[in-house]
């Protein structure tokens, strides 16, 4: 068992950071005095919040890379229960999550939130579709035949945005075929309008690049699980971090890198400091032994799906209930206590406090050993 651990470790620290930090970029105090990094980059470009969500895909796949030989001695019949349930629920979770509470107030009276104004896609949608999709891969391809498929989705994705995107610029935000293929699909009423416009940034042309993420993700978890944490497998990360980031900085030209279109620069940047910080953990964590610090990441990363619901849970319910005056709890909370420290500083300090009330029920549920699993 002492040998099996220290595998697990970085791995579970890594998936916890990114549930904390993803926490913290979604529930500012206030939106318009968030502190420049905390922010996505608002069309081409990048900010350190542009790597949280996929990190989070990358973590997928480091997990799938310890759970998948189990598939082998398993009925085929077995698996793919297993693979399309847990991409069946999680889907379902992300949905069910823009439609809560399924009521809406007008300030006399509530009504229902009418299921034809409810967004399909999302972030648990998009980790659901690329779980599924990469799961199947990695059970009926050898890993080299799906790191190749990988590759060819995100050159797909490249010739897909520019044979179909209209207007002079295929990667604007009105004229690329991710918009339109979400408005013909299902409609601007179910997609997101946080842009001005109706776009979905997890829309569902992106997944293709997207599965890019988890697949890279379990390249790395397969190099831990069958090299260990030894000096050679930090080497190999590094140099595939290398690899990655000076091929998304030589595409970047070409395609830009883009969160909101998840472009295949995108992915590949991101997977390249994923790949960095992963070695960096391992580093830290597995020859230097400096350990104290990482139990409080590994709660995130031991309840990752019930924790981030249980924050957007939080942030859903504290914009719905409001004070006489109208005011959401939400503002209310921040205008009462966290304002007080500064626009900036406050903002923060209420993303921070929204982040330790979560981890104080992660805290409580591993002390139970309530592990939450879909």
């Known amino acids: 068992m002492r040998q099996i651990a220290p595998r697990f470790l970085a791995l579970?620290?890594?998936?916890?950071?990114?549930?904390?930090?993803m926490i913290i970029v979604?529930?500012?105090?206030?939106?318009?005095?968030?502190?420049?990094?905390?922010?996505?980059?608002n069309w081409h470009g990048f900010t350190p919040t542009d790597l949280v969500f996929p990190s989070f895909l990358f973590a997928v796949g480091n997990a799938m890379a310890f759970v998948s030989p189990k598939w082998e001695g398993m009925p085929q019949s077995a698996v793919l229960t297993?693979?399309?349930?847990?991409?069946?629920?999680?889907?379902?979770l992300g949905y069910l999550m823009y439609w809560f509470p399924f009521v809406r107030w007008d300030g006399n009276q509530f009504s229902a939130f009418p299921f034809s104004e409810t967004r399909v896609f999302g972030v648990l949608q998009r980790i659901a579709l690329?779980?599924?999709?990469?799961?199947?891969?990695?059970?009926?391809?050898?890993?080299?035949?799906?790191?190749?498929?990988?590759?060819?989705?995100?050159?797909?994705?490249?010739?897909?945005?520019?044979?179909?995107?209209?207007?002079?610029?295929?990667?604007?935000?009105?004229?690329?075929?991710?918009?339109?293929?979400?408005?013909?699909l299902i409609g601007e009423k179910h997609m997101y309008h946080g842009d001005g416009i109706a776009f979905?940034?997890?829309?569902?042309?992106?997944?293709?690049?997207?599965?890019?993420?988890?697949?890279?993700?379990f390249w790395a978890g397969d190099l831990v699980r069958k090299k260990g944490q030894v000096w050679e497998t930090v080497a190999k990360l590094l140099l595939a971090a290398a690899l990655f980031l000076l091929v998304s900085y030589c595409w970047d030209p070409f395609f830009p890198i883009n969160?909101?279109?998840?472009?295949?620069?995108?992915?590949?940047?991101?997977?390249?400091?994923?790949?960095?910080?992963?070695?960096?953990?391992m580093y830290i964590i597995e020859f230097r032994k400096h350990t104290g610090w990482t139990s409080f990441f590994t709660v995130?990363?031991?309840?990752?799906?019930?924790?981030?619901l249980l924050s957007e849970v939080i942030a859903i319910l504290l914009w719905f209930f409001k004070t006489s005056d109208g005011k959401p709890y939400y503002n209310h909370l921040y205008d009462k206590i966290f304002s007080h420290m500064g626009p900036y500083t406050g903002s923060?300090?209420?993303?921070?406090?929204?982040?330790m009330v979560c981890w104080l029920v992660g805290w409580w549920m591993d002390r139970k050993k309530i592990y939450v699993r879909v």
């Open 200 to 217: 979905d940034p997890e829309g569902l042309l992106g997944t293709l690049s997207a599965i890019g993420n988890v697949v890279f993700g």
């Open 259 to 281: 969160k909101k279109l998840w472009t295949s620069s995108y992915v590949m940047l991101t997977v390249g400091i994923d790949l960095a910080l992963l070695a960096v953990l």
């Open 82 to 92: 297993k693979i399309l349930k847990r991409t069946a629920i999680i889907f379902l």
């Open 300 to 308: 995130f990363g031991k309840n990752p799906l019930f924790i981030y």
């Open 12 to 21: 579970d620290v890594f998936r916890g950071m990114t549930v904390c930090f």
């Open 348 to 355: 923060l300090a209420f993303a921070l406090f929204i982040m």
């Open 130 to 184: 690329c779980y599924g999709i990469t799961g199947l891969l990695i059970y009926y391809l050898k890993p080299k035949a799906t790191y190749i498929i990988a590759i060819i989705l995100l050159l797909l994705y490249w010739f897909l945005l520019v044979q179909f995107g209209s207007g002079t610029d295929p990667y604007s935000l009105e004229g690329n075929a991710v918009l339109r293929l979400d408005k013909w």
């Open 26 to 41: 979604n529930t500012p105090g206030n939106y318009e005095t968030t502190l420049a990094p905390l922010l996505h980059a």
